[in-house]
């Protein structure tokens, strides 16, 4: 039956698409693109065009019935909504949303990049905008715009399927794929981003024209179909008269016009499958003169259109959900996509766009950081709020903190922020707006510690300690924002030679103090903790100026000496491996070759496994003048051969602990250098018992200022038969197979991607992985190798790159850290996933000041021993917390009682809701990935959140939060092949109450709401 209904659709759409006499529709769609950021900053921007996009559009709309606008950027738009929006524009916004003409189209706070951003983040700022809009408009958008992030991620059609669209739109994928795709009409198709998951989305992928309309038409000297001419920096003109406006549509251009914009269209509807055209009508900065632009577009229209039947050609404005609904009505069948993605992105053969996966890797870093702060905080203010919902922690202060750093990881997200495409000014103000959130959120974390009513079981008033210490006593509170317990180091700074550790139940910790890696006047202690699920600790540090005399006054703490290796070149090493250091773990023996002081071989132990494996530093010199060959950018990678290798000579320092034991390497770039260019430092961490990751081996490397056109790769050289193919995450949810391939041009290049949280090696045996704190290029040049590229520092003469100051001139320095494992395929398949978020969560510490003496005492002696200060929240092992947070959103979970109030409001801002808890669980284990993790498992929220306070009622709600599940109808389409009903996504809680099964890569999202009052125990 099914086979015969196929064709029948096949007959019915060929011969609606061929019909004769239907002329081709095509929707025109007014837009702006309007990146947050990129060239100029937000402020710039919205003074000298984006605030006019609003208000022009809202009076040009409010003018003439039958004009349309779509609305992307969410930042942009409540910048202007807040803070330029009269209330009769407001009054005009609301009509114009009520009657479709102004539609909201993607809703996150920007169109974040998907190569580079993790999958947190991509969440967040969605969730940020369809908050607003939602609240503010009764909305939910259902369609996305992506039509400028550089490439296409798997994750994004899933997370876009899980928020309730019905359709993606994607535009920048490799030239010649899209040019293939075009020539045979599969430019549109359904894509099931996960494999494990099977939610699948109708994608649109733009034509090669993308999301602009033609420019430089031959007649007209000017845009083309611009009559905005172009913006004005810093200040709009005066006079409305901006530059380059083009020819009015005037008796003698309208012929000329039309003839240009239906032979485009023509064009167009040949590589697609219904006589449907998107016509995107806009571009970057577009729509800010939109009297003018409008008042050129109405008449070219109406003239087509009065000539339909000669041209063949209809033209209408239309918001993107009448496009997609036109598609969608056509009923045919649709080719499936299955989980790979459109990664790396090339526009020419020459031009791989693989150079931001490593571009402004402080930026990265620092984004990812706020990232995780965040995290942290909203957790531990949602349980604050629970158990003191009058304490001391102002709310609405509290509430205020926690936005700013959401706004400023949101924005960041776009996709010239994160990505490190932005001029430096830009950067600047990425990170400006990161660092103040993040002292903002830093503040609201100190006042839940430490004001009366903290979140400790007995209130002490502890005060915040800034800098270094300088008093003999230290308390530090540590807390996990992991809904695992788990054991771990943490390192802090201090500044005496020797210290003693104990945790809240009086018991010395292990620790491990020596000279700090990078200053000779502090010290670096390493202490044990063992936390709970969202749990926090205090511990006391006691230092000391001498060691300690006595073994039982020592406590636990280790002072670790180093031992120096002197300086090995490596230019001659012909004799090499004649002596090998070993440094052993329970889980690894590392050698070192001390004729190179490189690293020579790791051995697993429990499968008595070695790897040979040699690590450094290598660099490409990119070429910065265009005249002579391809340059690098901050976009682009385009290495000017292969790789060199940046040192010659190699110092060591070898710190063995009973906590870890430490590799210092040092990289000289000549030999007789006084000072070193790159440096590793390699943590081998103890077991105690199994407790602490001790299957990861950290590095930190410190790298920079570079010279100039330098790009620096770590490389890992191994004995694993991989053949070049490697894996990389797509935004830490998914793992890629990358196989080599070869190209006529620019392979090296074209064979590198972004690893956003993990990139792998393997053979039969064994497994290389390595896990990251933020975003790097990774790319396997020879079998067995894994080479991350971690900073860059390039300088080019193209002018397009000289006027815009984007060519990456960047001088810092950086330390980025990376995790390293290896091991038998099945142990890393359980191990990995887990401990990628184990690195993006890390402990927060934050060091308090000594009590005074008596407060210090109860600490010490009144504590009843093995109290723990909060109770825990842990999940299964295969189950990770996303989201646990007060969003503030003030919405009826009732979408009719909602709209009811939108519509009646007097649109007063509504107080926002502490009451709503967020609560997202995710299955971070493929299907079929390891026996038992991948199961699919039930939890008890009831149960589960008892930690955190009692549950009264719990909803499903989308991804983003604004569907109810259960009402929540995407449109079902065609498709060539069934999804198999065993894996169609259970969308309701159930039977059970409060029981919730999650599968494989599965994201479940919930409103919890608790009973107030005390708490049961
Ligand atoms: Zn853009």
């Avoid at 239309?318 to 790396?344: K, N």
């Avoid at 090296?748 to 064994?766: C, G, H, K, Q, W």
Wanted: charged letters at 20%.
């Amino acid at each position: 039956m099914r086979f015969i209904s196929v064709i029948f659709y096949f007959i019915s759409c060929s011969y609606a698409s061929t019909g004769e006499n239907k002329p081709i529709q095509a929707f025109v769609i007014p837009h702006s693109h309007m990146d947050v950021g990129w060239v100029y900053t937000i402020q710039e921007s919205m003074h000298a065009y984006a605030a006019n996009v609003y208000t022009s559009v809202t009076e040009e709309l409010s003018k003439v019935k039958h004009r349309k606008f779509i609305a992307v950027e969410q930042e942009f738009f409540r910048l202007w909504w807040d803070n330029v929006a009269s209330d009769s524009h407001k009054k005009q916004v609301r009509q114009l949303v009520k009657e479709g003409r102004l539609e909201f189209i993607l809703g996150g706070q920007v169109m974040h990049d998907e190569a580079v951003t993790d999958l947190d983040d991509e969440i967040l700022q969605m969730t940020e905008g369809h908050g607003f809009l939602y609240d503010t408009f009764g909305v939910r958008p259902q369609f996305s715009w992506h039509v400028d992030p550089f490439g296409a991620s798997a994750t994004t059609p899933v997370l876009f399927a899980l928020a309730g669209f019905n359709a993606h739109i994607i535009s920048r994928i490799d030239y010649d794929l899209k040019d293939r795709m075009q020539q045979n009409k599969k430019l549109q198709f359904m894509w099931r981003g996960s494999s494990s998951l099977k939610e699948q989305i109708f994608t649109h992928t733009m034509d090669q024209f993308s999301y602009c309309t033609p420019s430089h038409l031959p007649f007209s000297n000017s845009s083309g179909f611009y009559w905005n001419g172009v913006v004005l920096f810093p200040d709009p003109p005066k006079d409305g008269v901006y530059p380059n406006m083009s020819l009015p549509v005037t008796k003698a251009t309208v012929q000329a016009y039309a003839k240009t914009m239906v032979e485009n269209i023509k064009q167009r509807a040949a590589w697609f499958k219904t006589k449907h055209v998107l016509w995107p009508w806009g571009c970057d900065k577009q729509f800010y003169n939109s009297s003018v632009q409008f008042s050129n577009m109405d008449p070219l229209m109406n003239y087509i259109n009065q000539k339909s039947e000669e041209f063949g050609v209809t033209v209408q404005y239309a918001t993107l959900s009448e496009y997609f609904l036109a598609v969608h009505q056509s009923d045919l069948v649709w080719e499936v996509r299955g989980s790979q993605d459109f990664l790396p992105y090339s526009t020419a053969s020459q031009q791989a766009w693989t150079g931001f996966y490593a571009s402004r890797n402080v930026l990265k870093g620092v984004a990812r950081r706020a990232s995780s702060q965040l995290h942290a905080a909203e957790t531990l203010f949602t349980r604050y709020r629970l158990d003191y919902p009058d304490g001391p922690v102002a709310k609405d202060w509290a509430l205020a903190k926690l936005r700013a750093l959401r706004w400023a990881v949101s924005e960041v997200q776009h996709h010239d922020g994160i990505t490190g495409t932005e001029s430096p000014r830009v950067a600047e103000m990425y990170l400006q707006h990161l660092k103040q959130a993040m002292m903002g959120v830093d503040e609201l974390l100190a006042a839940i510690f430490l004001l009366p009513h903290n979140l400790d079981v007995d209130g002490n008033n502890y005060r915040r300690t800034k800098g270094a210490h300088q008093t003999l006593e230290q308390h530090i509170i540590v807390y996990n924002p992991l809904a695992w317990n788990i054991t771990t180091l943490v390192n802090i700074t201090v500044t005496f030679p020797f210290a003693r550790v104990f945790d809240d139940a009086r018991q010395a910790v292990p620790a491990q103090i020596q000279k700090s890696a990078l200053s000779n006047r502090t010290y670096d202690l390493f202490i044990l903790v063992e936390l709970g699920g969202l749990q926090h600790r205090k511990y006391l540090i006691k230092f000391s100026d001498k060691p300690c005399s006595k073994r039982s006054k020592c406590g636990d703490t280790f002072e670790a000496k180093g031992v120096p290796f002197e300086r090995r070149s490596v230019r001659n090493r012909k004799k090499t491996a004649r002596r090998l250091l070993p440094v052993l773990s329970e889980t690894y023996k590392l050698m070192f070759d001390q004729d190179t002081n490189l690293l020579h071989s790791i051995t697993y132990l429990q499968d008595k496994k070695r790897i040979r494996m040699t690590q450094d530093f290598w660099e490409y010199h990119a070429n910065g003048d265009v005249q002579t060959g391809p340059i690098s950018d901050n976009y682009m990678f385009s290495a000017n051969g292969s790789a060199v290798r940046a040192y010659e000579a190699v110092q060591m320092e070898i710190i063995p602990g009973i906590v870890m034991s430490e590799i210092r390497q040092y990289f000289f770039r000549n030999e007789s250098d006084d000072d070193y260019a790159f440096s590793v430092v390699t943590r081998v961490p103890r077991c105690f018992g199994g407790k602490v990751g001790c299957h990861r081996l950290e590095q930190t490397y410190s790298l920079g200022p570079l010279p100039i056109n330098t790009e620096v790769i770590f490389r890992t050289s191994s004995s694993l038969k991989s053949e070049r193919s490697l894996y990389t995450d797509d935004n830490g949810y998914q793992m890629m197979k990358r196989t080599h391939t070869e190209f006529t041009n620019n392979t090296l290049a074209r064979n590198y991607f972004p690893m956003v949280r993990t990139a792998y090696i393997e053979d039969e045996l064994s497994r290389l992985v390595l896990l990251s704190e933020r975003a790097h290029g990774v790319s396997s040049q020879t079998s067995g190798q894994l080479e991350v590229m971690l900073h860059r520092r390039l300088w080019n003469n193209l002018p397009w790159n000289l006027g815009y100051n984007l060519t990456l001139n960047d001088s810092s320095v950086v330390r980025p850290t990376l995790w390293m494992m290896l091991g038998s395929k099945g142990l890393t398949s359980k191990l990995y996933q887990r401990a990628a978020l184990e690195l993006q969560h890390t402990p927060v510490v934050m060091v308090i000041d000594q009590p005074c003496e008596e407060e210090e005492k109860g600490f010490l002696e009144k504590e009843p021993r093995g109290s723990s200060p909060s109770r825990v929240l842990v999940l299964p092992p295969n189950l990770h917390l996303l989201s646990l947070s007060i969003p503030g959103w003030n919405y009826s979970s009732h979408h009719d009682v909602h709209l009811g109030r939108v519509h009646s409001d007097k649109h007063r801002q509504p107080e926002p809701n502490y009451d709503r808890v967020l609560l997202r669980i995710m299955h971070i284990f493929e299907e079929g990935e390891d026996p038992e993790l991948s199961k699919p498992v039930t939890i008890h929220l009831k149960d589960v959140l008892q930690a955190v306070g009692e549950v009264s009622a719990v909803e499903e709600r989308s991804l983003t939060g604004t569907w109810d599940v259960a009402s929540m109808q995407r449109w079902t389409w065609k498709t060539t092949e069934d999804v198999s009903s065993r894996n169609v996504r259970s969308s309701r809680i159930e039977k059970e109450p409060f029981s919730v099964t999650i599968s494989p890569k599965q994201i479940r999202t919930f409103f919890v709401y608790f009973k107030s009052g005390p708490r049961l125990p």
